[in-house]
């Protein structure tokens, strides 16, 4: 069964620092996508960051980058020089290609950051 | 602003009726998807169409349908709502290949409240 795992239910951290979200996944399928998306108060879901699972390097968009360990199955998102329209829930997701097209998501990580 | 849009943003009705919630994918996307995101059970995949035609199906209730229309804007009908149907629904879209990012781009959602 495909299953995303997000630990940390909430998160603090101060404006300029960098901050990690953690996200573990299970699947069985040898071709399979990321995802990280960003939901702010107001309630929509905006895409951030995607990796391959035959992705050789890391994927990085602007201040966030994917910490992907293939081997411990983690996709962990890393967040550099966090600023305060930052604070957001943050979800990872993850499309199998064995398992169809729609996305599988984890519970969420809400992230606060303070001046 | 993701491209896609959803109408209405707020929907408020009674147990009992139905409801028509509308989205319009971003231009170039066949693929439309449905999720419904709820504090029980969190974002879940309802239904996918792709070029007008049903792609796959997840946790989609019997009084749930859906449809795509030729200009490829779609559809989701809720009928004889209960409360338990409160929730914030989502639609996606994305271009539609079965590999690659097909990264699914999200639109602000409706917040269904039904009293």
């Known amino acids: 069964a495909q299953k995303i795992t997000q630990t940390q239910p909430g998160m603090f951290v101060q404006e300029k620092e960098a901050v990690t979200l953690d996200c573990t996944y299970d699947?069985?399928?040898?071709?399979?996508?990321l995802f990280w998306y960003k939901q702010p108060s107001s309630g929509e879901m905006i895409f951030l960051i995607y990796?391959?699972?035959?992705?050789?390097q890391n994927a990085t968009e602007g201040r966030y980058s994917l910490n992907f360990q293939k081997a411990r199955k983690s996709a962990n998102l890393v967040i550099s020089a966090s600023q305060l329209g930052d604070s957001a829930m943050y979800f990872c997701?993850?499309?199998?290609?064995?398992?169809?097209?729609?996305?599988?998501f984890g519970k969420g990580t809400t992230l606060s950051v303070s001046s | 602003d993701s491209g896609v849009t959803q109408t209405p943003k707020h929907l408020i009705t009674a147990t009992g009726q139905r409801v028509t919630l509308r989205c319009s994918p971003r231009?170039?996307?066949?693929?439309v998807y449905w999720y419904q995101q709820s504090l029980d059970q969190g974002l879940q995949f309802l239904i996918q169409?792709?070029?007008?035609?049903?792609?796959a199906k997840g946790n989609i209730l019997e009084r749930f349908s859906a449809q795509q229309f030729p200009d490829l804007h779609s559809e989701l009908n809720l009928s004889s709502l209960e409360l338990g149907d409160s929730a914030l629904y989502f639609c996606?879209?994305?271009?539609?290949?079965?590999?690659?990012?097909?990264?699914?781009?999200f639109g602000p959602g409706t917040r269904l409240t039904v009293l």
């Open positions: 996606a879209s994305s271009v539609g290949t079965s590999g690659g990012t097909d990264t699914q781009y």
């Open positions: 699947t069985s399928d040898p071709s399979y996508g």
């Open positions: 990796q391959g699972s035959y992705d050789q």
């Open positions: 997701a993850m499309r199998s290609y064995q398992a169809g097209t729609a996305l599988i």
């Open positions: 231009s170039g996307d066949l693929s």
């Open positions: 169409y792709y070029n007008g035609e049903e792609r």
